[in-house]
């Protein structure tokens, strides 16, 4: 094994950090493939009112977790060693994947014991995230960190794609094989970090800032679950924003936030440096990321939606194997992401950070137009050609960005820093899926249920009962296509649909009357999605462009970086956000 400074153990460590973010990444998106699966699997009827809320668990308990923890657990890094929270994490993420996988319960059980380990897993995922890009930016200079950030901040957004071809071929299979698949690269990934890694960063030993620690926690979790429950209808309401639960969660979770930040200005060793958003890189970039986490969130969900709920069962795909080619349509994203991703880091470095930072975001505004203008029942090239061209957008903004905030802040806060950017990351991914699926709702309560009430009534049943079913609320039909499922036959029941002539029950129950019912609701949401996406982006690429200021400081000496060249960012103690040279505009 290569010693840490030896000219090769930059790229031991870049390889291994990368498979640990892959591995943390694919784990999120897989389960959300296979969520049809894993709800047969454990015997519950996930459209059932009372089962809303372990659908809501199991889709973002493992996001809100990370977003929570990634600053503490990057923080713990600076303090104690990067790499030593970095190989718990594997070791952590490893295990809970067999536990997962071993789920002995069903029904009500079995959806508690996924969720909890679930979160006891996204720990080590959070452990991973929080402390890779630092691990990274300690062994790579500057004149290569572009690069190197490039390919493991792609890895990251290609995983969450991957998964979803992952979990689409494991699901077909056994639902259980979704968590299987992480143990042997996680085994492999663990004794790889332990054997090969070294602790080459600043230690920046200190005291743990447990009131800071407890605030954030506490009031980023309120705010996030309110959002996401905000989606459940409530009181006759199709959402539940006038829930008490959900205003209190919002009121109080911001208050509790906002107690954070009086907690973090006064005490002397903060988990959270406040200090750090005094450059104008690292808040801007930082903002960027977060608008682009949003609006990516939101298209992975109504892509999802759109393909398992309608295109694919209008072209012939039954039900069941919907997840599986979901993902596999889906494959153009990932190749753009891939493609884009490393070039864009090395070109980065060469020619500086900001224009592909802001120009990826650009790339990816102009893809949402374009799929908003296609109709429901698309041409598959066109709409390939698009996603490869937001997958390009991302890949060419990601790897930029990520050098921007990591080259922005001294040597000795980088755990720290890589910690709130994958907060920023992980909290949007979370917001999308309150913020969008909102707007989705709202644009299907206008049109859905006039547009249900006459479609059943048309294949003749009863005015009485196709009213009731209109009446029910739209996130039920939401629910229903994101998961690749036909209700009809749930909501009509056996003796409505034995009373009808066998041709009107076939037409109800197959293939295409659920998306063709659907479509033209679903696409008046689309359009509000898909423009709202697009205004982030355009206001992301904005945010990448402002320069960090360089304050007055005297420089301290120069002296050798991991890989045997000066290192930029080693003069970088004097004042935080202090620019580096070309690091805060290269990466």
Known sequence: MYSADHPHYKWVALSNTTLGTLLATINASIVLISLPAIFKGVELNPLEPGNV?????????????TAVLVVTLGRLGDMYGRVKIYNAGF???????????????????GAMW?????????????????????????????????MALGVNIVSALAGSFIGLVAGGVLAEWDWRSVFWVNIPLG???????????????????????????????????????????GIQPYGGHTMGWTNPWVVAGLAGGAV??????????????????????????????????LLAAVARGGLQFMLIIWLQGIWLPL????????PLWAGIYLLPMTIGFLLAGPLSGYLSDRFGARPFAAGGLLVMGASFLGLLLLPGDFSYPVFAALIFVNGLG???????????????????????????????????QVLSIGVFFSLMVAGLADSLPATLGSGLTAQGVPAATAARVAEL??????????????????????????????ANAATLTGLAFFPRLIATPFHHGLVIVFWLAAAMAVVGAIASLPRGRRPARTPAPRTAGPGGSPDADAVDTAGVGASTGRAGDSG
């Open 53 to 65: 809320s372990y659908l809501l668990w199991m889709l973002m308990g493992y996001m809100l977790v």
């Open 91 to 109: 070791a952590l993420f490893t295990l809970t994947s067999v536990v997962l996988a071993l789920d002995p319960f069903t029904g009500g059980g």
């Open 114 to 146: 996924l969720i909890g380990w679930r979160v006891v897993q996204a720990i080590g995922g959070a452990m991973l995230m929080a402390n890779s890009a630092a691990i990274i930016t300690d062994a790579f200079d500057v004149r290569q960190r572009g």
């Open 187 to 229: 085994v492999l990934g663990t004794v790889w970090a332990y054997r090969s890694l070294h602790d080459t960063g600043e230690r920046r030993h200190g005291r743990i800032d447990w009131w800071g620690n407890a605030t954030f926690a506490v009031g980023l979790t309120a705010v996030l679950a309110a959002i996401t429950y």
């Open 256 to 289: 509790v936030l906002a107690a954070f930040v009086v907690v973090e200005k006064r005490v002397a060793e903060p988990m959270f440096p406040l200090a750090l958003f005094r450059n104008t890189a690292f808040t801007s970039g930082n903002a960027a990321s």
């Open 315 to 322: 072209h012939g795909y039954s039900y069941e194997s919907t």
């Open 394 to 428: 991302g890949g060419l903004f990601s790897a930029p960005n990520t050098a921007l905030v990591m080259s922005s802040v001294p040597a000795t806060m980088r755990g720290a820093a890589s910690g709130m950017r994958a907060t920023f990351m992980n909290a949007g």
């Open 473 to 502: 609320p739209p996130v039920g039909t939401l629910f229903a296509a994101f998961l690749g499922y036909n209700p009809i036959a749930e909501l009509l029941g056996p003796q409505v649909l034995g009373a009808l002539p066998s």
